[in-house]
C-alpha cells in the first residue's frame, strides 16, 4: 500500500470517528430535547361527585311516653310492630284511678251543692240589702260563703278533669302511623310520669332520609333536587339512590371545621334499608353527557422554558388554553371555554378543537427538575 493511500485510510477513519462521536453526544437518548406527554380530545360523560358518609335514619321518629305514673298492666306491641295513630301501645293499672276519679265526682257534687244554696241565699240577701231590710255585715257575710263555695267548686272540677286525664291516659296510644323501632318497658315495671320514652315509633319506613354533613368549601355546589348515589356495608354490591331534600343552614362547627347537614331523600319501598346504617353518599354535582373535553393534565400544563412556541395564549382574555402536539418541535396555544369539571376531565364549550386532536399534558426531558415540574400528576386522568 502506498503512502498516499495511507493517509487517505488514515483520514477517512479519523472522520468517521468524528461523526459517530458528534452522533453520540448530540442524538444520544436523554438529550436535552423534551418529550411531550399528550392525550386524545374526545367525546364522553362529565359527572362530579362530592363524596361524604351520613346515617340512615327514618322520615319522622316519635319517642313515647306515659303521661301519667303507674304500673304497667299490658302491653300490645313489642318490635317492628306495625302500628296507626290512636292505636293501644300499652296500658296501666286502672283501679287506683278510677277510685280517685270516683271520688272526685263525688267531691264535685258536694260542692256544687254548697255553691247552689250559697248563690240563692246570696241573690236574696242582696235584694234585701238594697231595701235596708238587712244589714251590711250580713251581706257581707252572705256574699263571702257565696265567693267560698264558687271557688271550691270550680277547683273540684278541675281536680275531676285531672283524675278523668289520668284514667283515659291509662291507655298509652302511637301519635302516628308506623312502626315500634324500640319498646323499653315490661308488664308489672313502674313508669313516671314524662319519664323515659316507653316507645319509639318510626314513621312509614318505605321513605327514610340520610342525614350527612358537606363541608364550606363544597357546600356551594349542592342544590336541592340534585341525584344522589350511596352504598351500605350490608348490601356492598347495591348501589342506591336518592334526592337532596334539604340543606341546612345551622353551621355545624368542631374543631374549627365547618359543616352543614345535607338531608338526602331515600326510597325504600323493599324494606331493605335499616335505621342507623352508615352510607357512603356521592352528591351528584354534574353530570352531562356525551360532551366534548380535554384532560385536566391539559389546563395546567405549561410549557418549559425551552419550549419553542409559535402561537402564545392571550394574556388579558378570561379563557382557558391547551397547548396542541408540536409539529417540527413547535407548541401551538389553543383558547378554550370550559363547562362542568370531574376529577380527570373538563368540558369544552367553545374553542377551536376537534375531537381526536392530541393535547399536551405533560414533558420530559434530560433536566429532570424541569420535567418533574410539568409532567402531570400521577392519578389525575
Sequence with gaps: MSLSNNKVLIAT???????????????????????????????NDIT?????????????????????????????????????????????????LKTEVESAQAQVRKTQADFDQAKTLFENDKSLYEKRLISKE????????????????EQSQVLLKKAEFNLKNTVIRSPIDGVVLSRNVECGQVVSANGKPLFIVAQNMSQMKIDTNVSEKHIGKVKNGQKVNFTVDAYTND??????????????????????????????????????????????????????????????FVPPPSANISSRPDLNSNDSHVWLRPKSGELVSVSVKTGKSDDAYTEVLEGDLKEGQEVVVGFSSQNTSESNQYLPQPGRF
Excluded: C
Design 13 to 43: 477513519v479519523l472522520l468517521v470517528a468524528l461523526v459517530v462521536l458528534i452522533s453520540f453526544r448530540y442524538l444520544k437518548p436523554g438529550s436535552n430535547e423534551a418529550v411531550y406527554i399528550t392525550s386524545k380530545v374526545d367525546r
Design 48 to 96: 362530579s361527585y362530592i363524596t361524604t358518609t351520613g346515617n340512615l335514619n327514618p322520615i319522622k321518629s316519635i319517642e313515647v311516653y306515659s303521661q301519667v305514673s303507674g304500673i304497667i298492666n299490658k302491653l300490645n306491641v313489642d318490635f317492628n310492630s306495625e302500628v296507626n295513630a290512636g292505636d293501644p301501645l300499652a296500658e296501666l293499672y286502672k283501679d287506683l
Design 138 to 153: 250580713e251581706f257581707d257575710s252572705s256574699e263571702k260563703r257565696y265567693a267560698s263555695t264558687r271557688a271550691a267548686f
Design 239 to 300: 348501589v342506591f339512590e336518592g334526592v337532596v331534600s334539604q340543606i341546612r343552614n345551622a353551621p355545624n362547627i368542631t374543631n374549627n371545621i365547618v359543616t352543614y347537614n345535607v338531608v338526602v331523600s331515600v326510597d325504600n319501598s323493599d324494606w331493605k334499608l335499616k335505621p342507623g346504617m352508615t352510607a357512603e353518599v356521592n352528591i351528584v354535582v354534574a353530570d352531562k353527557k356525551d360532551v366534548l373535553r380535554v384532560p385536566n393534565a391539559a389546563l395546567r
